[in-house]
């Protein structure tokens, strides 16, 4: 059953990353700190998170290192 909950949980934080995706790859990210660090701790990688976001790589690691949020493994 726990299996079943994480990947659930993964899920859940991937759709709520998609509601934060941008109209135009160039603009400014508007996810939050927390969904970018909840993201992070799951194991998603900064080109991961560019892609559901529909931005890029650079702007995803800009803003995750303004945020000081560093790679996270579990």
Do not use: C, W
Not at 29 to 58: C, I, Y
């Amino acid at each position: 059953m726990l299996i079943l909950e994480y990947i659930k949980e993964l899920v859940e934080t991937e759709d709520e990353i998609k509601r934060y995706a941008n109209t135009d790859a160039t603009d400014e990210l508007q996810a939050p700190a927390e969904v970018l660090l909840r993201a992070k701790k799951f194991g998603f990688s900064d080109v991961q998170l560019a892609h559901l976001l529909k931005s890029t790589e650079k702007n995803v690691r800009a803003k995750r290192i303004k945020d000081k949020i560093k790679p996270s493994y579990m």
